[in-house]
Nanobody, 122 residues
Framework: QEQLAESGGGSVQAGDSLRLSCRRTGSLWSSPAMGWFRQAPGKEREFVAAITWSGLSTKYGDSVKGRFVISRDNANHTMYLQMNNLKPEDTAVYFC???????????????WGQGTQVTVSS
């Protein structure tokens, strides 16, 4: 069974940058597309970004386009989210997730991490 573990969250000021990491461990036989989601207090979970297994294709939520960059290092079983020009509205728990396919499909992820808190103050 595969597990996902996020790291890199923290408290920053508006305009700062943070890089989140998501490491895959356990059973690593699959080659999943992966993504980042976030959930702010009192709000539904929101899609942030996703990347195919090859890394050749990415997609972003409208609220983070131009500020966040998703990437992955398959040799080290790790995915990243570089977050630039952070805003207070980016405050949320950030979750990484793995999909059932190596490319984008219209199914939700089937594996989730525990989440890491990102807090942006003005």
């Amino acid at each position: 069974q595969e597990q996902l573990a996020e790291s890199g969250g923290g408290s920053v000021q508006a305009g700062d940058s943070l890089r989140l990491s998501c490491r895959r461990t356990g059973s690593l036989w699959s080659s999943p597309a992966m993504g980042w989601f976030r959930q702010a207090p009192g709000k539904e979970r929101e899609f942030v970004a996703a990347i195919t297994w090859s890394g050749l294709s990415t997609k972003y939520g409208d609220s983070v386009k131009g500020r966040f960059v998703i990437s992955r290092d398959n040799a080290n079983h790790t995915m990243y989210l570089q977050m630039n020009n952070l805003k207070p509205e980016d405050t949320a728990v950030y979750f990484c997730a793995a999909y059932q396919s190596s490319v984008f499909i219209s199914l939700p992820p089937n594996t989730w991490g525990q989440g890491t808190q990102v807090t942006v103050s003005s």
